[in-house]
C-alpha cells in the first residue's frame, strides 16, 4: 500500500492523494510511505522517484545495517524499528530531499502512524517540512526502544538483588535467554547510534542549527540504550560468575556430608563385618565382654573421625 | 519549593526574595533553585524562563544520562548526585548563563545547601559570578562520590589481603554485591567525566583561564574515582577467581578423603562379608588359623592400598 | 593458464587473443587473468608487465594479508576468497592500472568468472573500464562470505534457542568448531574491512562520486560482516558458560542424590552389621522383640535423615 | 623539615642555608624539599611561595594521581614514588618554575637523596638549572620501579615454567598475590605514562630539544614497564586457569578411582550378603561346592567390571 | 670483534679495514658491527662516534624495549631478534646515519651474516646506501620471526583440529606452554610493529618513495605476525575451555556411573545385612519361602531403582 501525504505552496494539508499528484500540483514538501508495498510497487522507487540502484537493491534485500548514504538531492537511512514481541529488527528504509520524505518498510511499522498523527494535528507541526518529519520517525522508533531494554533491566536488577539471599526462585536460563537477548539488541542499537552521530558530525548533511538540537536529543537516547545493554551483559556475566561460585560451594558442602558420613560408617562396617565372619576359632567372639569391648571400639573409632572432621572445621556444615 | 539567591548590582545578597523580583530590581547575577517542585512550579521553566522544550522534557523525564548541551545565552547541564545509603543516582538539571543559575531537582539535593552555606559566607565568594557557583556545585556532587567509592574499596583491600589465609570469614554475596555496585556506580561517574571533560575542551563554553583551573580540579578527582571503580571491578573478578581456585582445591580434598577411606574400606569389607556367607562347605573356617590368616590378610591389602596413595602423594592431606 | 579480455578504441570486446596482442592493438583497457599460472606464465609479471618486485614477491608467496600498496601507474590489491567447503582463505591479486586490470591466484576462483560472464553481457557494462571491473571483482568476492557465515549465524541461532530446554540434542564439540571457524573468518573479513576502507579514504586512490559509492556498498556488507563474526563469537561464548551452568547444575543434582542414599543406607547397613556379628554374649539378640526394635530404631533413623533432607530442600530434585 | 640547594649568580653551590635567603641573594636557581613538613612549613607553599590554592590543597590531601597542572610561572606536579616493601604509593609533588624547583613530601622519599648527591657532585651539573634537576627526580623515581616490578615478573616466569611438571611446590595464593601487586603497581605506573606523555607533547611546557631526549628516555621506561604489567597480569591469568584446568584433571581421576573401586566392590558385598543371609531355606547354601561357584561368580562379575572399565580407557590411569 | 664493510668514493668494496681507516679515507658510506665486543671496544661508541650519551646507556643495558630516537645526524634504533631455540628476545641496536650504519649487539645475530652476504654479492647492492643496508636487516630479522611463530600456529591448529574425537592424545601442559610463548612473542612484535610504524609515519625520518616501498613491506609482515599471535592466543583460550567443557562433561558421566551403582546396590546390601542379623526371633527366617521372597524383593528394588534412572535418561550413557 502506498499512502501519500502533503503540504501544498498555500500550506495546505492533503493526505491519500494518488501518487501522481506529485506532478501536477506544486507541493511545499510531501511524504510518501510504501507499507509492505507490492512488488509492482516497488517498482515505483526506480521509475517514478529514480532513486539510485543500490539503495533500491538495499530496499529489497531485507535487514541491512542501520546506515546513511549521501546522494545527490537526498540522503538514504537505513534504520531498524524493534518488534517488541520478538525483538527482530525490522528495516525502515527513509529517503530525505530538500521537499520529500520516502519511507519504505516490508512489516508494518506503528512508529509511522504516530508521527503522521502528530504532523496532522496542527498546521505548525505540518509547516516545519521534510527535515522535521524525518525527526519525528527516527524520535518515535528510537523511543520504542525503551521499554524493551528497560523490561529486561528491570528483570535483571530484580533477580541480583534476589539472589545472593535464595538462589531457588529463578533459573539461569533466564538470564542467559536475556543476555542473548541483549547482544541482539545491540546490534540495532549500536549502529543506529553510528548512524545519528555521523548525521550530526558529517558537513554533507547540513543541518539547521534548531535541527541540529533535536537529532541531538536522539543521540542522547542511543548513548542511554547502549549504555545500558553494555551494563547489563556486564550483569548477565556477574549474575553468571555468581551463580557458578555458589553452586560450587553447594557442590563442596554435599560432598562433605557424604564424606563425613562414608569415613565414619565405613569403616566401622568393617569392623562389625569382621566379627560377624563365620571362622570356627575366633577368641574375641568367646570373651564375655567382647560384644561391649567392640561396641566400645567402634564408638571410639566414629567419635575420633568426628573430632578429626570438626578440627577441620566441616562440622559447622551441619549448622546452618 | 523554589528558592532564590541574587547578588545586587551594588554587590547586596539577597535571599529567598519573590521570583517576580527578578524582572523588578537589577541583579548581577542570581540563582532560582527549583528544589522538589510542584507541577505548577515546573511550568516556570517555559513560562517565566523560556527555556527550550527539549530542556524542560528531560528535566521532567527522571534520570537523564549527565550531558551539556549549549543553547543560545546557556548551558544545560544533567548532573547526578549519589544517594550515599541507595546508591542511587538522583538527577539535578543546572541551567547556566552569564548572569544566573537555574537548578532543578526531584529529590533532595544536600551538596546544594553547602553551596549556598559557602556563596553567603562572605562577599568575595557571592562576586565571583555564576560560572562560580555552578563550579561550587559540581565540586560538592563530585566530592560526595569519594566516601561511597572508598568505603568499597576499603572493604575490597580488606577482603583481598585476608583471603589467602582465611576463607571462613567473608562471604563471596558481599563480594558480588560490591560489584554490582561498582557496575552502577560507572553509570554515574563514566558520564560525569565525559561532560566534564567535554566542558574543558568545548570551544562553545569558553571558561576563562582560571576558571579553567577550577573545573579541571573537578576532572582530576573524576577521573580518579572512574580508575578506582574499574581496578575494584577487577579486584572483585580476581577474588572470585581465587575464590574458585580455592574452592576447586578444596573439592579435590575432599574427594581424597571419600577415595582413600572407601578404596581402604569397600574391599576390606567385602573380605569379611565373604567368610560371613552361611555355605555349609567353605573349608577356610575350619582352619585353625584361618581367622588369623583373613585378619592378616585384611591388613597387607589395606596397607598396600595406603603405600599406593601415598606412592601417589595423597597422603600429604592429612598433615595439612 | 593466462585468460585475456579487452575493449578495443571502437568498443569492442575481444576475448582470449594472446598475450602479444596488447602491444600491437589500440586497447581502450583490458583485463589479463592468470588462473593457476605456471612458473613460466609468473615470468610474464616481470617481463612483460614490469611490476615492482616486491608485489611479485607478494603474488608468489601464499597467502598474504588482504591490503593494499600505491605505485606508480597502479595499485595492487591483495584479496582473499573464501573457499566455501573448507573456509579456507585463496590469495587473489589484483593489479590495477587506468586502463587494464591483472588478475593473479593459484587456485580456481569462481567469483571471476560470475564477473567475466557479467561484463561481456553488454556494452553498457564492458565500456565502464578498469574501475568498475575491479568493483565487480571485489563485490562478488565478498558476496561470496555471506552464505559462509549466516550458515553458522544460522545453526547457533537454532541451537542457543533449543538449548534452554534440553540439553541432549546439541554437542558443544558443534559449537568450539564453530567458534574456531569464526576465528578463521574473521582473519579474513576484517583486513578485507580494513583495505576498502583505506580505499575509500586514501587521497592517493582518487574515485570518482560514482565509483565511490559501489565501493561504500562493498565496505556495508563487510562491516556487517564484521558485525556477525563478532556477534556470533560472543554467542558461542555465551552457549558454553550457559553449558558449564548448566552441568554444574546438573552435577549438583547427581551428587545429591548419591548423598542421599549413601547417608541413609550406610548408617542402616552399620546397624545390621552389627546385629550380625557372632558374639556369643549379645544381649540384645535373645530379646523377643529384638529383632522388631532394632527393625524400628533402623527406620526412625531413617527417616530422620530423609526429613534433614527434606528440611534442607533436597528432596525436591525427585519431583523434577 | 625544609632542605634548601641553591646555585649562585656566579655558579657556587650553596646547601641547607634559611629559607629567608632566597630573598636577600640573587641566585641562578633553588631548589626546596619540604621533607615531611611540619603544619607550620605547610604555610610556606602559600605566605612564602603563594602557588596557587588548588595545588596546595593537592599537596595536603594525601594520594593524589600522577599529573601535570600549568600555572603562570611555573608547572605542578603530582608523581608517586613506590615504597618497595608494602608497595605503597607515596606522592610526591614537585613545583618547577625557570629558576626554582620544589618538592614537597608528607614520607621520606629516598630518591631525592640520590638527585641531590648527584647535582652537588660536579658543577657540570649543578649549573644545568632546574628542568635537569626535575628531570633527574623522576628518572630516580621511575627507576626505582624497576627492581619491584622485576621481582614479581622472575617470580611468575618461574612459577609458569615449572608448574606444568611439579603442581605441588607452589600456591595459588602467592599467584593470587602478585595479580594483586600488579593491578595495584598498574594505578602508578599508567598515570606516570600519561603525565610524562603530556610532557613530551604539551605545547605548554616548552621544552628544549636536548631535554626533550631526556624526558622521552623516562618515557621509554614507563612504556616498558607498563607493557611487563600488563604482560603480566596475562600471565598470572594464564597461569590460574591451567590451574584450574590440571584441579579438574586431577578430580577426573580422583572420582575414577572412587568410581572403579566402588563399582566393583559393592555389587561383590552384595553378593557376600545374600549369602550371609540367615534364611532356613536357602538350598545354594547345602550345596557341596556352593561355596566355589559364589566365589567363581564373584570373580566373573568383578572381571567383567574391570574389563569394561578398561574398554572405556580408564585403566590408564593407574599407570600414571 | 668489531667487524667493518665499506663502499668507497669509486664503489669499491672494502671489508674488515682497521676502523682508523674510517678518518683516513673517503667512504661513500660504511658500516661497522659491533658483534659481541669487549668493554674496550664499547668505549669507541663515545670515544671514536660521539654517539648521544643515553643511546649507548641503552646499548649497554640489556634488552630495551624495540624503538627509534632521532638525533642530529643520525637515527638510533632498538631491535629484537628472536632466538629460535628459547624464544628469547635478543636486542639489536643500530644507529644509521646519512653515510653510515653502525650496529650493536651482545649475543650473535645471524641476521647479520645474511645482509652482509646478500650486500657484497653485487655492485648493484653496495651502492645502495645505508638506509638499503638498514632494510636489509630489519627485513631479515622480521623474516626470521615467521618459521616460530608458524610453528606454534600449526601445532595449534592440528591439535585444535583432532581434539573434538579424542582427547587423550596431546595434553594441556603443552597449549598452556605455547599460550605462554606466544604471550612472549607479543611482547617483541608488537612494539617491532609500532617501530615501523612511526618510522614510516614521522616526518623527522625522510624516506625516499622507493625506500618507502620496502618499510612497507616490512610492515606488512609484522601486521601479519601480530595478527596470527593475537588470534592464536585466542584459539589456546578457546580450546582451553572446550577442555573444560569437555572434562566437565566426563565428570558428569563418571559421577553417573558411581550414583547408579552406588543407588542400587547399597539399599539391596542393606536389605541382606538385615536378613544377616543373629536375632533369635526373626519370623521371616523361618518361613519356608523366605528366602525367595527376599530375593524377589531384592529384584523388585533394583528394578525399580533401573527404571528411574532410565526414565532420567542417565542408562545412555552405557551404550556410547
Ligand atoms: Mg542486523
Ligand atoms: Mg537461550
Ligand atoms: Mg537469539
Ligand atoms: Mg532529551
Ligand atoms: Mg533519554
Ligand atoms: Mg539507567
Ligand atoms: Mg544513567
Ligand atoms: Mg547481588
Ligand atoms: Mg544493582
Ligand atoms: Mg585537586
Ligand atoms: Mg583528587
Ligand atoms: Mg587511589
Ligand atoms: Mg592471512
Ligand atoms: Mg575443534
Ligand atoms: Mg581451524
Ligand atoms: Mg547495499
Ligand atoms: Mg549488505
Ligand atoms: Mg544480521
Ligand atoms: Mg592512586
Ligand atoms: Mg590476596
Ligand atoms: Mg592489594
Ligand atoms: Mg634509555
Ligand atoms: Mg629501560
Ligand atoms: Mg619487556
Ligand atoms: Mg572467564
Ligand atoms: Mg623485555
Ligand atoms: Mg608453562
Ligand atoms: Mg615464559
Ligand atoms: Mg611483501
Ligand atoms: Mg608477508
Ligand atoms: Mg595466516
Not at 36 to 55: G, I, M, N, R, V
Request: proline share 3%.
Amino acid at each position: 500500500m502506498i499512502r501519500t501525504f502533503g503540504v501544498t505552496a498555500d500550506s495546505q494539508l492533503e493526505m491519500d492523494f494518488p501518487l501522481e499528484d506529485l506532478n501536477k500540483k506544486p507541493f511545499d514538501w510531501y511524504w510518501v510511505d510504501f507499507d509492505q508495498p507490492t512488488p509492482e510497487e516497488w517498482a515505483l522507487l526506480d521509475s517514478f522517484f529514480h532513486f539510485h540502484p543500490l539503495t533500491i537493491e538495499d530496499c529489497l534485500d531485507r535487514l541491512q545495517r542501520p546506515k546513511v548514504d549521501y546522494y545527490d538531492g537526498y540522503q538514504f537511512f537505513v534504520v531498524h524499528a524493534l518488534n517488541a514481541q520478538t525483538l527482530e529488527a525490522e528495516e525502515l528504509d527513509i529517503f530525505v530531499g530538500k521537499n520529500f520524505v520516502v519511507t519504505f518498510h516490508h512489516s508494518s511499522v506503528d512508529e509511522l502512524d504516530l508521527v503522521r498523527k502528530k504532523l496532522q494535528r496542527d498546521a505548525s507541526f505540518w509547516e516545519r517540512g521534510s527535515v522535521y518529519a524525518m525527526y519525528q520517525i527516527l524520535d518515535k522508533v528510537v523511543d520504542s526502544y525503551f521499554p524493551i531494554v528497560h523490561k529486561i533491566e528491570d528483570h535483571l536488577n530484580e533477580i541480583d538483588d534476589k539472589m545472593s539471599f535464595d538462589m531457588k526462585h529463578f533459573s539461569m536460563d533466564t538470564v542467559f535467554n536475556m543476555r542473548s537477548d541483549l547482544l541482539w539488541l545491540r546490534r540495532t542499537i549500536l549502529p543506529m547510534s553510528d548512524l545519528i552521530y555521523r548525521v550530526l558530525n558529517s558537513s554533507r548533511f547540513d543541518l539547521q542549527k534548531h535541527e541540529y538540537t533535536y537529532f541531538a536529543d536522539i543521540s542522547d537516547h542511543l548513548v542511554k540504550l547502549a549504555e545500558i545493554v553494555e551494563s547489563n551483559r556486564e550483569l548477565t556475566a556477574d549474575i553468571r560468575d555468581s551463580y557458578m561460585a555458589m553452586n560450587s560451594n553447594r557442590m563442596n558442602r554435599i560432598m562433605m556430608i557424604l564424606t563425613i558420613v562414608s569415613s565414619i560408617f565405613i569403616p566401622l562396617t568393617f569392623v562389625a563385618g569382621v566379627y560377624g565372619m563365620n571362622f570356627k576359632n575366633m577368641p574375641e567372639l568367646e570373651m564375655k565382654n567382647g560384644y561391649f569391648f567392640a561396641l566400645g571400639a567402634m564408638i571410639l573409632i566414629g567419635l575420633s573421625m568426628l573430632a578429626w572432621f570438626k578440627h577441620k572445621g566441616w562440622m559447622s556444615l551441619f549448622k546452618q
